[in-house]
T-cell receptor, first 115, second 114 residues
Framework: GENVEQHPSTLSVQEGDSAVIKCTYS??????FPWYKQELGKGPQLIID?????GEKKDQRIAVTLNKTAKHFSLHITETQPEDSAVYFC??????????????FGSGTRLLVRP | DTGVSQDPRHKITKRGQNVTFRCDPI?????LYWYRQTLGQGPEFLTY????????KSRLLSDRFSAERPKGSFSTLEIQRTEQGDSAMYLC????????????FGEGSWLTVV
């Protein structure tokens, strides 16, 4: 089955700097890659996603890139702010190859933005 | 708030007791998912419903776990004879028929088995 690996497990940056989180997936049939932000004691919040027919997507300070050949995708956060501090999860889905469209998650990256 | 709603948010129970969690998905979302998340890990898929039909169950869902979605609206997840290893956050999520891969999560139900 699909396996998603995420790096780094922790990331500390100075406010205003950029942060990059990387994920790799194992199954080339995966075609949908969302990113979630999870704050302490809360559920995961969808922040951006990308599909396999697109190489890059941007939403204000957040961008995601996808390299299908290498089977990896990355989250880029520019001009980081203290409120960006949270745990970020990448995920992959093989829908419609997998009719459940279930998400396989990475192990998470704890991002700390120092004021 | 029209997001995914879960109840209770926190539950402490003694080993061997039964617990039940409820999930109300986003209105008109026909797919409903249950995931489990332990500390320091990403969520893991347990099961999902399309309308009232439970279409897939993970091997993580032992015989002590049962989920229902009787009228295709809210869902319940029951854990019988709880064990300490069941301590985790149980997340409910839903998606819309026309955007099945865009999955929205609730705030989760924390279970602590003592």
């Amino acid at each position: 089955g699909e396996n998603v690996e995420q790096h780094p497990s922790t990331l500390s940056v100075q406010e205003g700097d950029s942060a990059v989180i990387k994920c790799t997936y194992s199954d080339s049939a995966s075609n949908y890659f969302p990113w979630y932000k999870q704050e302490l004691g809360k559920g995961p919040q969808l922040i951006i996603d990308i599909r396999s027919n697109v190489g890059e997507k941007k939403d204000q300070r957040i961008a995601v890139t996808l390299n299908k050949t290498a089977k990896h995708f990355s989250l880029h956060i520019t001009e980081t702010q203290p409120e960006d501090s949270a745990v970020y999860f990448c995920a992959a889905s093989m829908g419609p190859m997998d009719s459940s469209y279930k998400l396989i998650f990475g192990s998470g990256t704890r991002l700390l933005v120092r004021p | 708030d029209t997001g995914v709603s879960q109840d209770p948010r926190h539950k402490i129970t003694k080993r061997g007791q039964n617990v039940t969690f409820r999930c109300d998905p986003i209105s008109e979302h026909n797919r409903l998912y249950w995931y489990r998340q332990t500390l320091g890990q990403g969520p893991e898929f347990l099961t999902y419903f399309q309308n009232e039909a439970q279409l897939e169950k993970s091997r993580l869902l032992s015989d002590r776990f049962s989920a229902e979605r009787p009228k295709g609206s809210f869902s319940t997840l029951e854990i019988q004879r709880t064990e300490q290893g069941d301590s985790a956050m149980y997340l409910c999520a839903s998606s819309l028929k026309g955007q099945v891969d865009t999955i929205y999560f609730g705030e989760g139900s924390w279970l602590t088995v003592v």
